[in-house]
């Protein structure tokens, strides 16, 4: 498979929440516990398919923690590239993690801090770790963790290649400048 940019990892990520959010829609009301996890794992396997080979199937993810962890973690890293520049993965994090021993207040002020552009993704990753934890009892908030650590590490490769390459295009200069003035 090609290089995958972090522009590409974007995109996959926001295709995903269109499917997830589309379909949240055309469900036309707010979705119970097992509509929401329906859903979820519509929006990764049609997300989890868009940087692999072979498609991701609903039932694979259903049946298959190890490939869900892994399906999942992909795509909420890519989910974070996709918010990039709209809302920090922290709050995203903030919001929808360790909801059990959390207050209903703490809960209210991290979803009121991300704004709209930050809840559309954070119901898609409440309904991810609904899936996670119901389905697979996948300890959905060190996943998420881990995928924005993931999604850190290629936001900072993707930043060390670029400055990289601005070396050598500067250190090209003055090394044919210094050869010229010996």
């Given at each position: 498979?090609?290089?995958?940019?972090n522009?590409?990892?974007?995109?996959?990520?926001?295709?995903?929440?269109e499917?997830?959010?589309?379909?949240?829609?055309a469900?036309?009301?707010?979705p119970?516990?097992?509509?929401?996890?329906?859903?979820?794992?519509?929006?990764?396997?049609?997300?989890?398919?868009?940087?692999?080979?072979?498609?991701?199937?609903?039932?694979?993810?259903?049946?298959?923690?190890?490939?869900?962890?892994?399906?999942?973690?992909?795509?909420?890293?890519?989910?974070?590239?996709?918010?990039?520049?709209?809302?920090?993965?922290?709050?995203?994090?903030?919001?929808?993690?360790?909801?059990?021993?959390?207050?209903?207040?703490a809960?209210?002020?991290?979803?009121?801090?991300?704004?709209?552009?930050?809840?559309?993704?954070?119901?898609?990753?409440?309904?991810?770790?609904?899936?996670?934890?119901?389905?697979?009892?996948?300890?959905?908030?060190?996943?998420?963790?881990?995928?924005?650590?993931?999604?850190?590490?290629e936001?900072?490769?993707?930043r060390?290649?670029?400055?990289?390459?601005?070396?050598?295009?500067?250190?090209?200069?003055?090394?044919?400048?210094?050869?010229?003035?010996?």
């Amino acid at each position: 498979m090609p290089d995958v940019t972090n522009a590409i990892r974007a995109d996959y990520g926001r295709t995903a929440l269109e499917f997830y959010s589309e379909a949240r829609a055309a469900l036309g009301h707010e979705p119970d516990p097992t509509e929401e996890v329906e859903l979820a794992l519509a929006a990764c396997a049609h997300g989890g398919s868009l940087d692999r080979f072979e498609p991701v199937l609903i039932e694979d993810l259903r049946k298959e923690d190890d490939w869900a962890t892994e399906v999942c973690s992909d795509l909420v890293s890519n989910l974070f590239h996709a918010a990039d520049g709209a809302v920090v993965p922290r709050l995203l994090l903030d919001a929808v993690t360790d909801p059990e021993t959390r207050s209903e207040a703490a809960i209210a002020e991290a979803w009121r801090v991300l704004g709209e552009r930050g809840a559309e993704f954070a119901r898609f990753l409440a309904a991810m770790r609904r899936f996670l934890v119901t389905v697979h009892d996948i300890d959905a908030d060190d996943l998420f963790e881990n995928a924005q650590s993931i999604f850190e590490d290629e936001v900072e490769e993707e930043r060390y290649a670029a400055a990289a390459e601005r070396w050598a295009l500067h250190g090209s200069r003055s090394g044919a400048v210094s050869d010229a003035s010996v």
